[in-house]
C-alpha cells in the first residue's frame, strides 16, 4: 500500500471514531448518554404522531415567538431550540440552562428524539404510563403546567389525561 492509500485509511478511521464519540456524548434525555440508538434516532425521519407531538410542544413553548419588547426573539426561538429542552448537546447552554442549537433544523432533530424516546418508553425521564398532565409537570418544572397540557393535547386531539402509552398506540 502506499502512503496516500495508508493516509486515507487512517483518516477515515480517526473521522468514524470522532463521530462515534461524538454521539457517545449526547443526551437528549439526559442520564442516557450511552444509549447506542443516539445515531440511529437522529437519522430516522420522524412518524406522524412523533411529528405532531413535536410540533404540539414547540408551539406550546413558544418557538417562533417574540419577547414582549415585540423585536428579540424569544429564548426558543433564538436558541434555536423548539422544545426549549436543558440538556447539554454539544453547542453550550444558556445562561438559564437551556440548550443552544447551531440551527433550527438540529433543534428540531433533537426535539423529535425526546418525543420518540418518550413514545417508545426508552425515557429515563418520562414513563409511559404518565398522562400527558403528569408529563407537563416534568417537562416544563411545573411552570404553568396545566396551560402546557392543555394546549399539546388540544393540538394532538387528545385529552391531558391520555397516557404517553394511549397516544402511541392510538
Known amino acids: 500500500m502506499s502512503f496516500y492509500t495508508l493516509a486515507a485509511i487512517a483518516g477515515l478511521f480517526f473521522a468514524g471514531y470522532a463521530i462515534a464519540q461524538f454521539f457517545s456524548t449526547l ?14 434516532d437522529l437519522i430516522t425521519p420522524p412518524s406522524a404522531k412523533e411529528s405532531a407531538m413535536a ?9 417562533g415567538g417574540m419577547e414582549s419588547d415585540g423585536v428579540t426573539p424569544n429564548v426558543p426561538t433564538r436558541n434555536n431550540n423548539p422544545g426549549d429542552l436543558e440538556a447539554d448537546f454539544g453547542w453550550g447552554k444558556d445562561a438559564a440552562g437551556h440548550a443552544i442549537f447551531p440551527d433550527a433544523q438540529t433543534g428540531w432533530t433533537y426535539l423529535i428524539r425526546q418525543v420518540r424516546l418518550m413514545l417508545t ?24 403546567a396545566d396551560a402546557w397540557a392543555r394546549n399539546v ?10 397516557t404517553l402509552a394511549e397516544y402511541a398506540a392510538s
Open 121 to 144: 418508553g426508552r425515557s429515563k425521564i418520562y414513563n409511559q404510563n404518565w398522562t400527558f398532565s403528569q408529563v407537563a409537570t416534568e417537562y416544563t418544572g411545573n411552570d404553568n
Open 55 to 63: 410540533q404540539a410542544i414547540a408551539a406550546a413553548e413558544g418557538f
Open 153 to 162: 393535547t388540544s393540538a394532538l386531539g387528545i385529552y391531558p389525561s391520555t
Open 27 to 40: 443526551n437528549a434525555d439526559p442520564g442516557d448518554p450511552g444509549d447506542p440508538n443516539v445515531a440511529h
